[in-house]
Nanobody, 127 residues
Framework: QVQLVESGGGLVQAGGSLRLSCTVF????????MGWFRHSPGKEREFVAS???????NYADSVKGRFTISRDNAKNTVYLQMNTLKAEDTAVYYC?????????????????????WGQGTQVTVSS
């Protein structure tokens, strides 16, 4: 069984920072790509960032240069450091584990490429 638990969300002023964590209970994440997505009212769930086995990150254009995804395989945890937050970053943020792949450079951005999801953590940025 695989369970993902996000934490670190909250209320922050525009320009501020937050660090989200996603701890995975179950098999080691060391051979899985991991991703962060977000969902805000009236919009579809959108890709934020993903990370390969070797810790190379991919980012949506809207967060590039402001957000950083990282992983600590020893802790089975993935992080999302969010800096210079904007009101439009307000959303529920979800962590997800990608489907198994033998490709160490695999870091998908499509929802369907992920098979396990967390329950989400709310991030609210006040302007």
């Amino acid at each position: 069984q695989v369970q993902l638990v996000e934490s670190g969300g909250g209320l922050v002023q525009a320009g501020g920072s937050l660090r989200l964590s996603c701890t995975v209970f179950g098999p080691t994440i060391s051979r899985y790509a991991m991703g962060w997505f977000r969902h805000s009212p009236g919009k579809e769930r959108e890709f934020v960032a993903s990370i390969t086995w070797s810790a190379n990150g991919n980012y949506a254009d809207s967060v590039k240069g402001r957000f950083t995804i990282s992983r600590d395989n020893a802790k089975n945890t993935v992080y999302l450091q969010m800096n210079t937050l904007k009101a439009e970053d307000t959303a529920v943020y979800y962590c997800a584990r990608a489907r198994p792949s033998g490709n160490p450079d695999y870091a998908p951005y499509e929802n369907r490429e992920y098979d396990y999801w967390g329950q989400g953590t709310q991030v609210t940025v006040s302007s």
